[in-house]
RNA sequence: CGGGGCGUAGCGCAGUCUGGUAGCGCAUCUGCUUUGGGAGCAGAGGGUCGCUGGUUCAAAUCCGGCCGCCCCGACCA
């Protein structure tokens, strides 16, 4: 992409709205624009981001034997009924009326519609298990958004909802689940830890928070420090060896880990002190087993292999795609501007060009840009006519990983400069190398 | 929902106390010079001072009402 030709509203100076480094450099960088409180529309170079996200998040459901399909924003009010919450949810939910005067909603999460769809059409336990996601816009209408789309009132959701025919096979899919996250955030250059949630009326051991680590993060949390040291399980694990998951889950949930509301200061302390961590984290993922609160009034049944129909053990699993770009900033930035893990970054190579316009130099640039692009890369090249400062700034404010600049100077000699933004390493390197070198 | 704060040019701000024809920096446009860490000079454009009533000869400024946004707390992915 040239960047002449692209629309990248950066920003010099920081919106007076913006207190925390995530929102200041999001809209620093031209990744959102707020437009209304907790309300934000993904610019360009945002949306890349998001894409880039959502893609990692599909491959690592699908992996798991999750299957994707699409639910509609607005819900008839009919159905949150039959479960009870239409009652239950407060002022959060934004409740609308069709002009039959219909009550609707737009929809805060899918547990209602989702179990509608599988009682429709799933008959047999030999249908099962069946784990089916989404990733759709959510809107929850809160007292107060804040941190700017690290809690908006309109935010991306992914979230899957299992069915199993016994409370057994519903812990394998919350393994499958549990294993996919920990996969998840681990590609996204995040180390993710999970937590003990508290469960609500439904009990049991089976609701976890992911919670990534970062010095500005919402909550304080607590935890033993083997947990950094943990493997992510591998691409090529059986997610159908039920002793094999449980295995995982149960090494991942071996050590002290909470946040503070569930903090139990007495079972920290008899962690060794060298190995106790106490933090700050970002929630970025949620699962949960609850059972059969949904399928029970909602008559979601099977016939089971004895002959009798049973209600369908459900859990669900969430992830904030919108929440998760604000919280890779916020593990992930210095004073220049953001650090993109490559995974996450909206573009993979930034080209700079110091002199638009130089014959030379130019010709230089376009050369790479070909080269560049045809080894796979997607390139941001900086063909404005600006000054280097200029151009140095830009680039370490958006965070591409790595920078290719090319200026008169070393182009003398045939040569380009590579910075590593993370680093801010540099080298210097002959025109021809360059592919190769982002290559290895 | 309780407490606090802020709405003046695209962005960041001054001006409000003490009423008197709206200003600064950045950005934008034109020209020239410049080109390895947010350039210099010269010129230009851009504002119903959040909205609405009122007081006054006169309101960004004083008074009332409303709206929007931010921060702290309670609540949450």
Not at 116 to 136: G, M, T
Request: proline fraction near 5%; charged fraction near 25%; aromatic fraction near 10%.
């Amino acid at each position: 992409m040239r960047l002449s030709r692209y629309f990248m509203p950066i920003l010099r100076e920081t919106p007076r709205e913006a207190e925390i480094v995530s929102h200041r450099l999001m809209l620093r960088a031209g990744l959102i624009r707020q437009q209304a409180a907790g309300s934000f529309a993904w610019l360009p170079l945002g949306l890349r981001v998001l894409d880039k996200i959502n893609r990692i998040i599909r491959e690592e459901q699908n992996r798991s034997g999750a299957i994707e399909l699409l639910m509609p924003t607005i819900q008839s009010a009919d159905l949150w009924r039959e479960s009870g919450r239409y009652e239950a949810y407060g002022k959060e939910m934004l409740r609308i009326k069709d002009r039959h005067e219909r009550d609707m909603l737009y929809g805060p999460t899918n547990e209602e519609m989702i179990t509608d769809i599988f009682r429709a059409y799933v008959r047999s336990y030999k249908e099962l298990p069946l784990n089916l996601y989404h990733i759709q816009w959510k809107f929850r209408d809160e007292v107060r958004p804040r941190f700017g789309v690290m809690r908006s009132r309109e935010f991306l959701m992914k979230d899957a909802y299992s069915f199993d025919l016994d409370q057994a096979g519903a812990r394998h899919s919350y393994n499958k689940m549990f294993v996919a996250y920990l996969r998840t955030f681990a590609r996204l250059g995040l180390k993710s830890i999970p937590m003990r949630a508290d469960t609500g009326p439904i009990g049991g051991d089976l609701s976890h928070e992911f919670i990534i680590l970062a010095s500005t993060g919402e909550s304080e949390v607590f935890c033993h420090k083997d947990y950094l040291g943990f493997d992510t399980p591998p691409a090529d694990t059986d997610f159908d060896d039920v002793a094999g998951l449980q295995a995982i889950v149960d090494r991942w949930t071996s050590l002290y880990a909470a946040t503070s509301e569930m903090h139990d200061a007495s079972a920290f302390e008899s962690i060794p002190a060298d190995r106790r961590m106490s933090a700050r984290g970002i929630e970025v993922g949620h699962i949960f087993y609850f059972g059969t609160k949904y399928s029970a009034p909602m008559k979601a049944t099977v016939m089971g292999p004895d002959g009798q129909e049973h209600e369908v053990h459900m859990g669900s699993y969430g992830i904030g795609p919108t929440r998760l770009v604000a919280a890779l900033i916020e593990a992930s930035h210095d004073e220049n501007g953001i650090i993109w893990p490559e995974a996450a970054a909206p573009f993979d190579v930034a080209l700079l060009n110091l002199k638009a316009g130089d014959g030379a130099t130019d010709a230089a640039c376009a050369d790479l840009y070909t080269a560049l692009q045809a080894a796979g890369f997607d390139v941001l090249y900086d063909d404005r006519d600006e000054r280097p400062g200029a151009k140095f700034a830009t680039a370490d404010l958006i965070g591409i990983p790595w920078q290719v600049v090319a200026g008169p100077k070393s182009l003398a000699e045939g040569k380009v400069e590579l910075k590593r933004r993370a680093t801010g390493e540099r080298e210097l390197l002959p025109l021809g190398d360059v592919v190769a070198r982002l290559r290895a």
